[in-house]
């Protein structure tokens, strides 16, 4: 099986994997194209449920090297009533962002749920002018951000319309917000411990005291159409956390990951002081949640059952066949015709597009994300 064959070649399976994102990426660029100019001109409901399954397809990519690659060993821990609405309203996760990978479980977390199709979030600006993942990004109405409040504040406000307008029964959208704004390190908790005690703060122990002022603006605008928060806190035993690339070499890793629905009706939505004191509640009880799974090496509660699902496996061969069986004949072709110059460029064309497709792949990191305003106004 090619999955397999994969684990054996590090070196092939990294390029391997990038060829199939690009290539695959530019055929989903394409596609979302035509939707927007010839379907959601026409019908904004039907043209953005279709943009939805193309971007589910090619995060299918990103989610067969959690599940198939890596075959991480992944437990949810939850209660299934929690999950019962998920595709009857729009919901916003609130994560924290451990390790480098949170992305991709994230993504993985997405689609055992099989919401993948809904997610939006909130991406640094730049990341809106790499192809594939960028535009990708673009036609789905994720919110880039600039790290300017006086700018922010009305892409916030402008996005949320959009969002708002979306129905949720018959696009429900998940929306993936890592309030830190940046990943956990120690130096980073250094100095995040240092702003709380500036400040009279109870510091946190496991997380990053979270940027709110951008948190507290988008609950507010979008209002009424939220139809619940979901607390999402991922966690490695032994305190393993993987990196990105060693994820795309094969690696596998142990990951847990709990997420709890919070309704609508809990979560403060016009007092402003209020919202942010409700975001600063979520990373007190990811805290002491963090606490807990070190001690313990789990998260309380139920284990919950989710198991893999196959798409991301059959999707993954779909685009093998259709991006490497052209490129094998091509090859095949200037071979056997002498063209050596032609496989020399090509060989050129290769080593470039395995450069792009790396910075591709590193910029579709979520934790890059943009979630509030300037590095300075932390909390605020």
Known sequence: MLHKILKVHSLFAVSYISYIYLISGFIVNF????????????????????????????????????EWHCNCNIRFFSHPDDMKNRKKEHCLCICNHKGEVDWLLGYTLLERLNVLEGCKGLIKKETMYLPVIGWKMWFSDYMFLSRRWDKDQQIIKKTCKTWSNYDPLFNSNFYVLFAEGTRFTAAKHEAAVKFCEERGIEPFRNVLYPRTKGAVELISQLGDTLGCV?????????????????????QSTDVDIYFRRIDAADVPKKDKEAISDFIVQQFRDKDSLLDYHRTHQRFPGEQMPLPRRHISLILFYMWSFLTVTPGVLFVYYLIINQCFNMLALLACICVLGGFISH?????????????TTTEKQKGA
């Open 31 to 66: 596609l979302q194209l035509l939707t927007f100019l010839f379907i959601r001109t026409v019908s904004d409901k039907w043209g953005t449920k279709i943009n939805g399954y193309l971007q589910a397809f090619l995060f299918a990519i990103f989610t067969f090297v959690v």
């Open 230 to 250: 979901y607390d999402v806190v991922f966690a490695y035993p032994g305190n393993k956390t993987p990196g990105t690339w060693t994820m795309f070499d094969g």
């Open 359 to 371: 910075k591709i792949i590193s910029a579709a990191n979520v934790q890059k994300s943009a979630p």
